[in-house]
T-cell receptor, first 114, second 116 residues
């Protein structure tokens, strides 16, 4: 049972345009969400996170939006750059439960075309 | 700060042998460490959670006798794949969390295991 899903396995975007990566979850107990970027044969690197008490968090070119009622979050990258090409994973956790366990989505491969 | 290293980065072994992978937090004390496994083009699957000085908590479906985890200090956790078989070939990634880090996990660079 995949509790965190990224339904688009890949996405191609022109340089300078907006990239929108989507993530859906099923567990209503998740209260903290994160986005990671991963290159092949490397560990994930943290990008941005959001608590369930917010609906938006922004950090430079990266903005994460959370729609709790729809159990949906998205990562916006604007403007997209060729260096953003990587696999992006969303992750969710029950922070209030103190478990520290992350459940990862299946990833979306972003390709930014120059 | 918050750097996590893994060693080795790549290992090839014969079927039936055991392989040990080390995960170290270089500049902080990791109260909790996690071990993940990633199959090609798949998600990172949590295998187990370990706290320093106590037994690891394994996820459902992960054989604890197959994947031995030791978290002997606040900066080192090891994963030993015992009697490795070709189906154990995978990318293994550790992460570490520190007290007061707002649940954030810091990931190592991963270890590519190939069992022949």
């Amino acid at each position: 049972d995949q509790q965190v899903k990224q339904n688009s396995p890949s996405l191609s975007v022109q340089e300078g345009r907006i990239s929108i990566l989507n993530c859906d979850y099923t567990n209503s107990m998740f209260d903290y969400f994160l986005w990671y970027k991963k290159y092949p044969a490397e560990g994930p690197t943290f990008l941005i996170s959001i608590s369930s008490i917010k609906d938006k968090n922004e950090d430079g070119r990266f903005t994460v939006f959370l729609n709790k009622s729809a159990k949906h979050l998205s990562l916006h990258i604007v403007p997209s750059q060729p260096g953003d090409s990587a696999v992006y994973f969303c992750a969710a956790t029950e922070k209030a439960a103190g478990t520290y366990k992350y459940i990862f989505g299946t990833g979306t491969r972003l390709k930014v075309l120059a | 700060g918050a750097v996590v290293s893994q060693h080795p980065s790549r290992v090839i072994c014969k079927s039936g042998t055991s392989v040990k992978i080390e995960c170290r937090s270089l500049d902080f004390q990791a109260t909790t460490m996690f071990w993940y496994r990633q199959f090609p083009k798949k998600s990172l699957m949590l295998m187990a959670t370990s706290n320093e000085g106590s037994k690891a908590t394994y996820e459902q479906g992960v054989e604890k006798d197959k994947f031995l985890i030791n978290h002997a200090s606040l900066t080192l956790s090891t994963l030993t794949v015992t009697s490795a078989h070709p189906e154990d070939s995978s990318f293994y990634i550790c992460s570490a969390s520190r007290a007061g880090s707002n649940n954030e996990q810091f990931f190592g660079p991963g270890t590519r295991l190939t069992v022949l």
